[in-house]
């Protein structure tokens, strides 16, 4: 049986083998995510110069106690080089992000970065996207409106909860778990979902990656 959770650390350790000193460093969130931040923790620790840029206020708890500098995203014009995970990728590094809520700020971030790094253990890589539902995130006003817009689509969403209460975001917003199958053209579902109003983010991640890095095993298969 694999251990998916070493599979993670080992791209981690890989990931981080990008990183120079002087950089801004988008930081992920997330299972494997965390792992790269540990891995840029020893590295700090041990004399690199970074500046990171997180992407939720767990990942920024997190970098902070690790003694990693981090600043506002709004304090920088781009982001030299991002490390985050994924809930399932394509070898053509399409993305569906968005398992732990966060999927907004990493879009913004993955949008500012020259290298976006994708880390996953090998249960994520999938030939077509779907099995794993795509977040939504809306504003509470057009929760419904954008349900049934969702529906139009071909797909059928639930709003995610948390002990039996509409999950709120970091921004405050609901999130809609669309389930739509497998997905053949994840660019134009992409763009319809964009087009709904009332829609913040949504969590397929299209052509934003440089390379995602897999464990396998006890190695690492990078697609690029």
């Known amino acids: 049986m694999k251990d998916l959770d070493n599979e993670k650390k080992l791209a981690a350790k890989e990931a981080v083998k990008y990183l120079k000193d002087n950089q801004v460093v988008g930081l ?3 299972s494997s995510a965390t792992h790269a ?6 590295l700090v620790k041990n004399g690199l110069k970074i500046t990171g ?11 902070k106690s690790l003694g990693i500098p981090t600043v506002d995203i709004s304090s920088v014009s781009s982001i030299d080089v991002t490390i985050d995970g994924a ?8 993305l569906i992000k968005g398992g732990g809520a966060a999927l907004l700020k990493e879009k913004v971030v993955a949008s500012l970065t ?6 996953a253990d090998s249960s994520k890589k999938v030939e077509l996207l779907g099995k794993f539902t795509i977040p939504v995130e809306v504003i ?29 975001t970091e921004e405050g917003n609901y999130i ?16 319809r979902l964009s087009e709904i109003a009332g829609v913040v983010e ?6 934003l990656a440089a390379r995602v890095i897999m464990g396998n095993n006890d190695s690492t298969i990078t697609f690029s």
């Open 202 to 207: 949504h969590g397929l991640f299209i052509k």
């Open 37 to 42: 931040i540990l891995e840029i923790g020893e």
């Open 140 to 168: 509470r006003y057009a929760s419904k409106y954008v349900m049934s817009q969702i529906i139009l689509l071909g797909g059928k969403g639930e709003i995610r909860l948390t002990e039996g209460e509409p999950l709120l």
């Open 87 to 94: 809930d399932e990728f394509t070898s053509d590094l399409n």
């Open 176 to 191: 809609i778990d669309a389930d739509f199958g497998l997905i053949p053209d994840p660019a134009y579902l992409a763009t």
């Open 114 to 119: 020259k290298e976006e790094i994708i880390i």
């Open 53 to 63: 840029v997180s992407t939720s206020s767990k990942s920024e708890e997190l970098a």
């Open 28 to 30: 992920g969130s997330g």
